[in-house]
């Protein structure tokens, strides 16, 4: 299991939704929306490297319910980042 980072530019539109007046109401961002890509890179992709550890998303979904309620599920693999050998 991992622990969901969201995007910031996705935490700035949702703060701007639900600052609007005339804002959706809960049914009509009903659905399912699914990541493709982050900024110009399709999945997978690498979200963050540096020479020790890298962060790569693999999938991410969110799941709406006309009710307000939903989910979030995907997958995203860390650990050390790729080295490669001089010579």
Known sequence: MFAV???PNLV???ALTLACDESLGPGDAAGTY?????EQDPLPT??????FFAVRVI????RMRSDGTG???GAARSGAAA?????
């Open 5 to 7: 980072r969201l995007h």
């Open 71 to 73: 989910t979030i599920s």
């Open 12 to 14: 700035i539109v949702a």
């Open 59 to 62: 999938s991410d979904t969110i």
């Open 34 to 38: 699914v990541l493709r890509q982050v």
């Open 83 to 87: 080295t490669r050998r001089a010579g």
């Open 46 to 51: 690498t979200l963050s490297a540096n020479e």
